[in-house]
């Protein structure tokens, strides 16, 4: 079993920057996927950023440019550096990890945090 716990939401200003982390207990992290995923008012979850078990880094359009996505193993972290924030940033963010080769989609997924909240005023 895999507990993930995402931090560092928050409320920002536009083009402020914040670093959501994700940090695991349990098994090892080493051997999955990690996605970051956002979900706005009255949308459906979306897919952001991942790096994926096969080391193929992903961005969405909307933040590509924008956001890092990171991990360390041996902390057993993840990390979403996200600047130059927008008012259409604002979401809950979700941390997610999976043990296949699928990254795109949320049931690639098998573990999820429980969200962390970013809102950016304008």
Known sequence: QVQLVESGGGLVQTGDSLT???TTSGRTFNN???GWFRQAPG???ELVAAKSRGLIIYYSD????RFTIS???AKNSAYL???SLKPEDTAVYYCAAGSGWG????????YWGQGTQVTVSS
Request: aromatic content about 14%.
């Open 43 to 45: 949308k459906e979850r």
């Open 81 to 83: 550096q996200m600047s």
């Open 20 to 22: 959501l982390s994700c």
């Open 103 to 110: 990254f795109r989609r949320a049931y690639d997924y098998d």
């Open 62 to 65: 909307s933040v590509k440019g």
């Open 32 to 34: 999955y996927g990690v």
């Open 71 to 73: 991990r360390d193993n």
